[in-house]
């Protein structure tokens, strides 16, 4: 007999959260309780928590479950080294005169 596991993820049981969302979690309760109390930043912190919570809302976009991971990847892609090729307008490239 076999056991199977669906993933090699460490999922804590509840609402499938992971360990590495835990690891992410616990600086921004942290940095939200010293801001909120310590310091007359209330509403600063207050709108960082909130970032936070919807940056660890679930989320369904094939693998990446989370919407840190999702703005991960948006800024990847945003920030990608890009290649442009400039074209006159009626002019034939090299690689078009020499395949015909």
Request: hydrophobic share 50%; aromatic share 12%; net charge positive.
């Amino acid at each position: 007999m076999y056991i199977t596991v669906k993933s090699i993820k460490r999922n804590l049981g509840f609402k499938g959260i992971e360990v590495s969302d835990i690891i992410i979690a616990l600086p921004i309760l942290i940095l939200f309780i010293v801001l909120f109390c310590f310091t007359p930043l209330k509403i600063p912190s207050i709108v960082g928590l909130m970032i936070g919570i919807f940056c660890l809302l679930p989320i369904n976009v094939s693998k990446k479950n989370r919407m840190y991971k999702v703005i991960g990847l948006i800024f990847k892609y945003l920030f990608r080294n890009k290649i442009y090729v400039y074209q006159r307008k009626g002019e034939v490239d090299n690689f078009e005169k020499t395949s015909n």
